[in-house]
């Protein structure tokens, strides 16, 4: 019976040490996404920076709160409330990167994690490549193991709001 328990005790501690290990060897998350519009360059800036837009093709946003606004954008702050599946997230955005009809770069905090998109517009024949460049880190040990277990729901979640986006601003 106490040898069972020692086995028990030692496989329970590698899982753990296991998981933990994942975080430090993987401390950040990078993936990217392209997607084409059928609409001109500036359709396609404009309804991204339109804030009044965000809940059109990110349907878990219950409210989007300006915090200030900067001249040039950069330093620019907004305060989003997400519901994800029952629970309300609290979020805070800020630009901090800007190039008229042509980037934008955010950077997302929540409790546990900060993630930066990087979005980048390509003219292209009078429709527009939308890049997306993601990078997701964990608060902590912890979160960063966590991250790297969930990466996948991250990644979906992103292709799917890229794709929400995609619709919205071509069924206008």
């Given amino acids: 019976m106490r040898k069972l328990l020692k086995i028990t005790i ?4 590698a899982l753990c040490l296991g998981f933990l290990a994942i975080g430090w060897l ?3 998350l990078t993936y990217s996404s392209t997607i084409t519009i059928d609409k001109p360059l500036e359709v396609v800036f404009s309804n991204y920076m339109n804030i009044g ?5 990110i349907p878990e946003i219950r409210s989007v709160q300006i915090e200030s ?6 330093g620019s702050k907004l ?31 929540t409790g546990g994690m900060t993630k930066t998109n990087r979005m980048q517009f ?7 490549v939308l890049k997306a460049d993601y990078t997701c880190e964990g608060s902590g040990i ?3 193991s966590l991250l790297f277990i969930t990466s996948r729901v991250y ?3 992103d292709e799917t709001y890229m794709k929400n986006f995609k619709q919205f601003v071509e069924s206008k």
């Fill in 122 to 128: 390509i003219p292209e024949n009078n429709k527009t």
């Fill in 69 to 74: 606004i900067v001249p040039g954008v950069t």
């Fill in 53 to 57: 837009n965000l809940k059109k093709w």
């Fill in 155 to 157: 990644e979906s979640m």
């Fill in 10 to 13: 030692l496989l329970i501690l």
């Fill in 142 to 144: 912890i979160n960063k």
């Fill in 26 to 28: 993987k401390p950040r």
């Fill in 79 to 109: 305060k989003m409330e997400i519901d994800r599946k029952g629970k309300v997230i609290s979020v805070s955005q800020t630009v901090t990167e800007y190039n008229y009809n042509n980037l934008i770069t955010v950077s997302i905090t």
